[in-house]
Nanobody
Framework: QVQLVESGGGLVQPGGSLRLSCAAS????????MGWFRQAPGKQRESVSG???????NYSDSVKGRVSISRDNAKNTVFLQLNDHKPEDTDIYYC??????WGQGTQVTVSS
């Protein structure tokens, strides 16, 4: 059974940084894309960043220049480093693997 467990969320001040982690288990994930999405209450879930098996990455315009995604295939883990947080980054962040599996989400709140 595939499980994705996110960690690293929390309260961060504007301008601060957080590193989110997502550990996957129950399968082999290295051939698949891994990514991060976020969702605010009442809004549609949106893509933040993705990383493919060949290392290709993409970033949404809302975070481009402030975020870096990486993966450790040996540990089945994907990371999201988000810097210079803005209040609009307040969301629940979800990990996704292979466009099929989702984590339970981790809350990121940007507030002074």
């Amino acid at each position: 059974q595939v499980q994705l467990v996110e960690s690293g969320g929390g309260l961060v001040q504007p301008g601060g940084s957080l590193r989110l982690s997502c550990a996957a288990s129950g399968g082999i994930f290295s051939p698949y894309a891994m990514g991060w999405f976020r969702q605010a209450p009442g809004k549609q879930r949106e893509s933040v960043s993705g990383i493919w098996s060949d290392g290709h990455t993409n970033y949404s315009d809302s975070v481009k220049g402030r975020v870096s995604i990486s993966r450790d295939n040996a540990k089945n883990t994907v990371f999201l480093q988000l810097n210079d947080h803005k209040p609009e980054d307040t969301d629940i962040y979800y990990c996704n693997v292979g466009e099929s599996y989702w984590g339970q989400g981790t809350q990121v709140t940007v507030s002074s």
